[in-house]
């Protein structure tokens, strides 16, 4: 039987879950928090939902019940070669920038649900075939520990390729029961950890790296929290570093540490020199 929220525990659990992983639903979400809350309840065994915010702020097991919450509240929705061109700018420009001081290149997928963004940022730069994998660095992270336990087996479905070149399907992934895995070789390319965005300290502390990708997340942040965010990726970015947004996102009005760059097919920002 479907257990219902009342509105002022909504406001409490949805004030503590902004608090901690700045995942925010707004008054229309009420239902869609309590709908996807029910399974806690039950697999907890909680009659309501004051029952599960006293679990959350008291349990000996609440650390692990706030894991089970970064699982079942994030979007996982990610799909291979999603807005390509900037993949591109990243296999042209940085790659060109790598190559001129023949260091390693440093790339952060910082929100990369089931790994097909750092996937296919592997893939992108062994195209280019303009670096060897030896120097290039790729780590990827994520606050939900379900969807990183899914990028470690690095197993897909039909849905995960609807924009991938089948060439590339052909020559990075073998079928495997009905769906597909990808070649060691793109595998160890790639660095799973996790990490929870809103910690500023772990967030610096990832750098020095060249590009930082954080894609279609800052969307279910409110704006102090987008800000916080991009102002941290700013610490870990190296001079003149680049930080790849989702096409709905923007952060023109909201901090004056990056520098807007727009071309034909893609947007990105580049850090300040200040801004370190
Ligand atoms: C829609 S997916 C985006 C995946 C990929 N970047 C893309 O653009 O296809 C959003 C991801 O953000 C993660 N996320 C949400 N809040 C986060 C936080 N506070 N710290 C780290 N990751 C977070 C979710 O777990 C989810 O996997």
Known sequence: MLVAISETEFRRLRDAIRERFGIFFDDSKQFLLQSRLQTRLVKRSLPDFNAYLNFLTAHPERQIEWDELASVLSNNETYFFRERA????????????????????????????????????????????????????????????????????????????RATPPELIQKYFKPFQGGFLISNEIKRMVEFFRINLLDERAVAQQGPVDAIFCRNVLIYFDKPTQKRVVEAFAKALRPRGLLFLGHAESIMRLTDMYEPIVTAKAIYYRVKPHAH
């Open 86 to 161: 900037q993949l591109e700018v990243l296999a042209n420009e940085v790659v060109e920038e790598v190559r001129k001081t023949g260091g390693k290149l440093r790339v952060w997928s910082s929100a990369c649900s089931t790994g097909e963004e750092p996937f296919s940022i592997a893939m992108t730069l062994l195209e280019t075939r303009r670096l060897a994998p030896a120097q290039i660095e790729i780590r990827a992270s994520d606050l939900s520990p379900r969807a990183l336990e899914k990028s470690e087996t690095a197993f897909y479905r039909e849905l995960s390729f």
